[in-house]
């Protein structure tokens, strides 16, 4: 029998309900390492205008992006936020620290939930512990790192690259550098912000010499980003902040740049959501330097965004949303379809699409 709600649903708009967003993905199509070089990865061009898909190579923005506009970067950097150690009792315990609260006070997801109450001692290493000291509305914990010497000193030393679950092995070596952009600067995310993963210095270099500009901005992403979608209805869905910021100069150039009729080529939904935090009505990008929540999802009109350049992204989730906000469902999701029948890499380590 047909519930209510599923007549509702079956009637709502296309891009307007959380299961419109699901797409088959065979699990040998989900990227486990990154391909070297970095700018050799796939890259999937959509026309908005026109709707045609081109098949080019990353490196090939080089050709895509005339001097005069702009990239648009954030330069946030991945921590070593997953630690991995053992409960009082001797059982396997991890804690995925997510932001800091004090020099020695971090808001933490952690495993397993049920038997690390507030009180409990995790022990990572010789003289780095962990206690659990709260429950927070959302569920996270409130912990204290003890440690010998300075926390995060002792986080970068026994702490291990956060991947994200879909990558099914533990962290390596080469995932030091490669888990990180090549302009990271600023300490703060438990997750890359992976379309600026395929950019190379030498890539970089050329699109400064043929006069396309770079701008910094910075978004320390969160596990907030990726959390699933829990209600069919997006609208229900709350994001968890993440701190952005957007300075004076940034703002200045941003602006400056647009004013003249050159493009913002923005890498990343990241970047994506904080430009568009702090753009006005009118898509002038003031200063901007806080937390923000934004949930970007259609109908939406862009202020501050020309074009996107971005990975692929798991079914109903936020990020798959923004892209159909800014390319449109229909587009977007085609686009989906062509990239899993074309074979190309998805999700953090995978192939990127670039969205004129």
């Known amino acids: ?36 070089p970095r700018d050799a990865s796939r890259m999937l061009v959509v026309d908005r205008a026109t709707g045609a898909l081109t098949h080019r190579t990353f490196r090939d923005v080089l050709d895509l992006i005339p001097a005069g506009d702009a990239i648009v970067v954030n330069t946030t950097r991945v921590f070593r936020a997953r630690l991995l150690g053992h409960r009082e009792s001797g059982g396997p315990a991890e804690i995925l620290l997510l932001r800091p609260v004090d020099d020695t006070h971090y808001e933490a997801m ?14 990572i290493a010789p003289g780095f512990t962990v206690e659990i000291v709260d429950t927070t509305p959302r569920h996270t914990r409130i912990v204290r790192l003890h440690t010998t010497g300075p926390a995060l000193d002792a986080i970068e030393q026994h702490g291990h690259v956060p991947l994200p679950p879909y990558i099914e092995r533990a962290d390596e ?22 379309a600026g993963l395929h950019f190379t210095p030498e890539l970089l270099a050329g699109l400064e010499a043929k006069g396309v500009e770079r701008v910094e901005v910075l978004l320390h992403v969160g596990p907030g980003t990726f959390r699933p ?4 209805d997006p609208a229900l869905h709350v994001m968890h902040e993440e701190w952005c910021e957007v300075t004076t100069d940034a703002a200045a150039r941003l602006n400056t740049i647009r004013a003249r009729g050159n493009k913002l080529w923005v890498v990343g939904t990241t970047g994506v959501r904080t430009l568009e935090t702090a753009a006005d009505e009118h898509g002038v990008v003031h200063p901007f330097r806080g937390e923000t929540n934004l949930f970007l999802r ?15 992204h798991l079914p109903k989730s936020t990020l798959i949303m923004l892209v159909a906000a800014f390319a449109g469902y229909d587009l977007t999701m085609h686009a989906y379809r062509t990239a899993v029948a074309d074979q190309y890499r998805f999700y953090s380590y995978g192939d990127a699409m670039c969205l004129l």
Do not use: C, W
């Open 1 to 36: 029998m047909t519930t209510p709600s599923e007549v509702v649903d079956a009637a709502a708009p296309l891009g307007s309900r959380t299961s419109h967003y699901d797409y088959e993905l065979p699990e040998e199509r989900i990227a486990q390492h990154a391909i070297e």
């Open 110 to 123: 952690i495993h397993p939930g049920g038997k690390l109450r507030p009180g409990r001692i995790v022990t």
């Open 173 to 194: 070596s080469g995932d030091t550098a490669r888990y990180q952009t090549v302009y990271a600067n600023q300490y703060g995310s438990v997750a890359a912000p992976t």
């Open 298 to 312: 259609p109908p939406y009109t862009f202020r501050a965004v020309d074009h996107l350049i971005t990975n692929f």
């Open 229 to 232: 979608i829990a209600d069919d």
